[in-house]
């Protein structure tokens, strides 16, 4: 059952509807919102650009080619929009100011953070924000804002993070059995006087009602009964990661290069895991940051270190190529947290994948020339109803030029089930991105 579903809710809700519905309607629309999921978000950062050839598709709207920058979601096409023609207009230029506006277009407040806030009352947490030695050599570079000019930190110690959400190992809370209280049996005390001040056929047609409301108690339960152990005991970091005993040195251990794979991946199951147990409705996961000196070469046989690789000359076939192992290399870590959130049932019966949004994004559109034009965007996965298997191509469709992310933030923001009209920047027009939710 939907966690959010206390007596206390559910009492309210009867109190402020008693005058228009009856107990039994109430019953039953309650028992259909429990049935439904909630729509979550995840902002997946990747540092330091692309190489829009490499990167974005070519063809047309349901037949195009992957290159190879975004070769690795090829299995995942018909889970993704692939938007190319968003300009990061206004702010700052270069790393720098694009990484400040990338998920606020300029305002105060980003995106992760406007849809955690929106659904605080609903869950434990209002947003979570995780990084992969996101804060290592860093000057200040992250991509979520609570407020003008306050960034947050994201944590990069991935037991550390656990414990924040789930408690320490052996103190781990049954939230789903915590959370999960029937309908009816809340309210039992409530219904009983009911039915004794009704007559025998509107009684009847009470216990009619009730047995419907059961039933759909029982289908949800039994759904819930598949994730409770999953939330009261995550099957989480099962290689037994940790920082080895007496280990002071520089780096943190976390935010070594040897341990970045391990950590971005014990990163993205504990993101998961929180979607899954309704701790939030918004994860952020920063990858390294803007100007990162992460150097891949364990996975991808790249000696040069991420950044450098950035720099790359479009005239050296091997430079090119260099650049676009590290990105596909990071959209192969998409494409493993796809498979992640398809693996976990959600609420209505289908799986988190169904009903989350993930947004994969950086700082800068070509990067050997520091530009925050064709930026590299996608969406993944069918919050909102994300229709994939897409690639919108929106190149000189705004009169005044490029269309501009911050609708594309708008549109996001909708899917949430949050009506704004506009985001930030609003320079090239107000509204949600067009063509984006069909």
């Known amino acids: ?245 007496g280990y002071n040195s520089y780096p943190q251990y976390y935010n070594r290069d040897d341990q970045f794979a391990t950590v971005g991946q014990l990163q993205m199951d504990t993101a998961v895991l929180a979607l899954a147990c309704d701790l939030t409705r918004s994860v952020t996961l920063q990858w390294s940051h803007a100007v990162s000196g992460t150097s891949h070469e364990r996975e991808t046989g790249v000696g040069t270190r991420h950044h450098d690789a950035s720099h790359f000359d479009e005239n050296s076939a091997s430079s090119v190529e260099q650049f676009t192992k590290l990105q596909a290399w990071y959209t192969g870590r998409l494409a493993y947290l796809l498979n992640a959130l398809r693996q976990q049932p959600a609420e209505d019966g289908r799986t988190l994948l169904d009903n989350t949004l993930v947004l994969l994004h950086s700082e800068l559109g070509h990067s050997s020339r520091h530009d925050h034009s064709d930026m590299p965007f996608i969406l993944a996965g069918h919050g909102g109803g994300l229709a994939g298997g897409r690639f919108l191509d929106l190149r000189k469709t705004n009169n005044n030029g490029n269309e501009t992310h911050a609708k594309l933030l708008v549109s996001i923001a909708n899917a949430m089930g949050i009506p704004i009209n506009s985001f930030g920047y609003t320079g090239h027009g107000e509204g949600p991105l067009p063509r984006l939710f069909v």
């Open 1 to 245: 059952m939907t966690p959010n579903l206390t007596r206390r809710h559910l009492l309210r809700g009867f109190v402020a509807g008693a005058a228009s519905l009856p107990l039994s309607a109430l019953l039953m629309r309650t028992a259909r919102a429990a049935a439904s999921a909630p729509q979550r978000l995840i902002c997946f950062y990747m540092p330091d650009g692309c190489y829009p050839t490499a990167f974005h598709p070519s063809g047309s709207l349901t037949n195009f080619t992957l290159p190879g920058m975004t070769a690795p979601l090829e299995a995942w096409k018909q889970d993704c929009v692939f938007i190319r023609g968003l300009d990061m207009y206004s702010g700052g230029s270069t790393h720098e100011g694009g990484v400040r506006k990338v998920l606020t277009a300029t305002g105060d407040l980003s995106i992760d953070v406007l849809v955690g806030q929106s659904y605080k009352q609903a869950t434990p947490h209002a947003s979570v924000h995780l990084g992969v030695g996101s804060s290592h050599e860093n000057g200040g570079n992250y991509v979520s804002y609570l407020g003008k000019d306050q960034p947050i930190t994201p944590e990069d110690n991935p037991l550390r993070a656990f414990e924040r959400l789930f408690g320490a190992p052996g103190e781990v809370e049954d939230i789903v059995a915590r959370r999960r209280l029937s309908i009816l049996d809340a309210v039992k005390r409530d219904i009983s006087g009911l039915q004794t001040r009704l007559g025998t056929t509107e009684k009847q047609k009470l216990d009619t009602h009730l047995e419907s409301v059961r039933a759909v108690e029982n289908r949800i339960l039994a759904a819930a009964e598949e994730s409770q152990g999953m939330c009261s005991d995550p099957a989480w970091n099962q290689g037994g990661w940790a920082v080895p005993a």
